[in-house]
């Protein structure tokens, strides 16, 4: 079965630093590009950054540029997202996801393999 897991996820005080994991099972993440997502309560799913397989990564969301960054370790078959300076609007459920490559970047176009999600929560 085809899986990503996240985790990292916890309680953080404003200006604290997480760093996410979303492990792969069932396959291997090197031939794949791999986004971040977030969703807040009441809120629609906010796309951050991704990754593709060659390790370029993009960063589509001006409120978290500067602060989060993302990376991956293929021979752990894992993709991170550090989250540096958190503020309390960085609270929300954080999602990856499998998503689009096209001409050698990746977008935040979602190819159907989620995880689960990890909550986040900022606050003092």
């Known amino acids: 079965q085809l899986q990503l897991v996240e985790s990292g996820g916890g309680l953080v005080q404003p200006g604290g630093s997480l760093r996410l994991s979303c492990a792969a099972s069932?396959?291997?993440?090197?031939?794949?590009?791999i986004g971040w997502f977030r969703q807040a309560p009441g809120k629609e799913r906010e796309g951050l950054l991704c990754?593709?397989?060659?390790?370029?990564?993009?960063n589509y969301a001006d409120s978290v540029k500067g602060r989060f960054t993302i990376s991956r370790d293929n021979a752990k078959n894992t993709v991170y997202l550090q989250m540096n300076s958190l503020k309390p609007d960085d609270t929300a459920v954080y999602y990856c996801?499998?998503?689009?490559?096209?001409?050698?970047?990746?977008?935040?176009?979602?190819?159907?393999?989620w995880g689960q999600g990890t909550q986040v929560t900022v606050s003092s």
């Open positions: 996801a499998v998503v689009r490559t096209v001409q050698a970047m990746c977008d935040m176009t979602p190819l159907g393999y």
């Open positions: 069932g396959f291997t993440l090197d031939h794949y590009a």
């Open positions: 990754i593709t397989d060659r390790g370029r990564s993009t």
